[in-house]
Every structure is written in structure tokens, then in C-alpha cells.
């Protein structure tokens, strides 16, 4: 089975950075992705992490450490439409499983 | 190059009743996942088909199946419909079945009353 944890909710300023944790475990490990997800939206890709390191994309990063079972997604110089439900989704073999997503909130 | 189409994009229906939703991939893409997502529950994965055949399932009742047609399109099923089903229905599509990178549409939202 899959077991998959980030926070529920973050709160953050226009401008800050932001960093989103998520831990899992899962039934083999190939690969994760980061998802955004704006309310009432398709959920649209952000990053996918196979082997251990930084991945950084813009203003967006996303860290894996395999052995320790943890991701983070990193959001640097926040703006407002940064606001959304941001997934970490592991995958154990062919299918990604998502978590519950962290709602971020970015305020001015 | 179209996006993925999930048709319809609204719907109710009443308890007992059964309904078929669809999804069109993106063109050249062979796999085709789909989703329930609910606030309490986040993202389920339901089941993946490539190449017109189930390669996974998830942990659902047999009251949801789906199917593949030889143009990737996909369908999937929900009969005998309960309260607990009205929820968001996402399907993705990728090139193939490693799913490297999934695309989804825009989702299904159903309503059961």
C-alpha cells in the first residue's frame, strides 16, 4: 500500500518562498510528481523527481530524498496566483498515488 | 494540439441510476487514467488502461468500470449510483503506460441525489 502525508494548509506572504514537505511510503518507489491544482481546475503538472537532488524549474523546486521517503516542493518569490492545492503523488509502479494536497494561501 | 476532453462536464443523477462518463486524450496518447476526487479524500486512482486493456485498478467497488476503444478514447461506468458517489471524476492521459508526465482534464462533476 501507498501512505502519503503533507500539511493540510500553509499561509504565506506575496513575495516570501515557501517550502511544502510531503513524506510517503509506497510498495516499491518510480519516480514522484508535484502537482498544482487551482479551485474548480484540472490538476497540471509541476515536477517529477526520480533519483535524489534538487530539481529546479523557475521559480519552482522539488527535492527527493528516496531512502528517507521525503519530497519537498519549493516556491520562491510567492505571487497570489501561487494560491492553489499543491499534490505530491508517489509512484510505487505504473500509477501515481496522490495525497490529500496542501492548500496554500498567498496573501499580499 | 486539443487538450483532454471530459464530456459531460456537469451532471445529476439519482440514487440507483447508473451513468458513463467519457475522456478523450490528447491525440497520440495511448494511456488513460481516471480519478474520484472528493474534499475528505483528495485524489483516488480508480483505474489506467493502455492499448484498449485494464493494466491497473484501484480499490473501488465493481460498480465502477471502464473500458478503452481502439482510438484511445475511454469510458468509464458507475452503476447503481450512490449518495457517496457525487464527486469530481478527473481522467489524465500520457504517451504510454510509464506515465511519465499525466495530463488531465477538466473533470467530470457529478452529482448524486
Known amino acids: 500500500g501507498q501512505n502519503i502525508d503533507q500539511p493540510t494548509e500553509m499561509t504565506a506572504t506575496e513575495g516570501a518562498i515557501v517550502q511544502i514537505n510531503c513524506t510517503y511510503q509506497?510498495?516499491?518507489?518510480?519516480?514522484l510528481f508535484w502537482y498544482q491544482q487551482h479551485a474548480g481546475e484540472a490538476p497540471t503538472f509541476l515536477s517529477y523527481?526520480?533519483?535524489?537532488g534538487l530539481e529546479e524549474k523557475g521559480r519552482f523546486s522539488s527535492f527527493l530524498s528516496r531512502s528517507k521517503g521525503y519530497s519537498y516542493l519549493l516556491l520562491k518569490e510567492l505571487q497570489m496566483k501561487d494560491s492553489a492545492s499543491y499534490l505530491c503523488?508517489?509512484?510505487?509502479?505504473?500509477?501515481?498515488?496522490f495525497g490529500r494536497g496542501t492548500s496554500l494561501i498567498v496573501h499580499p | 494540439k486539443a487538450g483532454v476532453t471530459q464530456t459531460p462536464r456537469y451532471l445529476i443523477k439519482t440514487r440507483g441510476q447508473q451513468v458513463t462518463l467519457s475522456c478523450s486524450p490528447i491525440?497520440?496518447?495511448?494511456?488513460v487514467s481516471w480519478y474520484q476526487q472528493t474534499p475528505g479524500q483528495g485524489l483516488q486512482f480508480l483505474f489506467e488502461?493502455?492499448?484498449?486493456?485494464?493494466?491497473n485498478k484501484g480499490n473501488f467497488p465493481g460498480r465502477f468500470s471502464g473500458r478503452q476503444f481502439s482510438n484511445s478514447r475511454s469510458e468509464m461506468n458507475v452503476s447503481t449510483l450512490e449518495l457517496g458517489d457525487s464527486a469530481l471524476y478527473l481522467c489524465?492521459?500520457?504517451?504510454?503506460?510509464?506515465?511519465?508526465?499525466?495530463?488531465f482534464g477538466q473533470g467530470t462533476r457529478l452529482t448524486v441525489v
Open positions: 509506497t510498495s516499491g518507489f518510480n519516480g
Open positions: 491525440s497520440g496518447h495511448r494511456s
Open positions: 503523488a508517489p509512484r510505487g509502479s505504473y500509477i501515481p498515488t
Open positions: 523527481n526520480v533519483l535524489d
Open positions: 489524465a492521459s500520457s504517451p504510454d503506460s510509464s506515465n511519465t508526465e499525466a495530463f
Open positions: 488502461y493502455f492499448s484498449e486493456t485494464q493494466r
